[in-house]
């Protein structure tokens, strides 16, 4: 129904920075909430970025400052820029959107598969 596909992961030095995207396809009707989380081996899965449909921002303490979240609603597609990057920011990231794929239905979250980021020191 619907797929989320992310991009950009890699493996960068500490205090370089990345770019992760996700692209979202499929029976989309709308996409409300867009939000990047992150999961480090050993560690439970953790929101990272969320952004409205209108915008709006928020941050996880840990990357206030360093990470900037964006979207673009006509393409359906989420960004997060990554800057100043630490050793501990090392982690699959994964999209998450809150979609409605008909006018009849409530909205849904749907994930992508993730991307790996790997920060050496």
């Known amino acids: 129904q619907v797929q989320l596909v992310e991009s950009g992961g890699g493996l960068v030095q500490a205090g370089g920075s990345l770019t992760l995207s996700c692209a979202a396809s499929?029976?989309?009707?709308?996409?409300?909430?867009m939000a990047w989380y992150r999961q480090a081996p050993g560690n439970q899965r953790e929101l990272v970025a969320v952004?409205?449909?209108?915008?709006?921002?928020n941050y996880a303490e840990f990357v206030e400052g360093r990470f900037t979240i964006s979207r673009d609603n006509a393409k359906n597609t989420l960004h997060l820029q990554m800057n100043s990057l630490k050793p501990e920011d090392t982690a699959v990231y994964y999209c998450?959107?809150?979609?409605?794929?008909?006018?009849?239905?409530?909205?849904?979250?749907?994930w992508g598969q993730g991307t790996q980021v790997t920060v050496s020191s």
């Open positions: 952004i409205s449909r209108g915008g709006i921002a």
């Open positions: 998450k959107a809150s979609v409605r794929i008909s006018p009849l239905r409530p909205y849904g979250d749907f």
């Open positions: 499929g029976s989309i009707v709308n996409i409300n909430n």
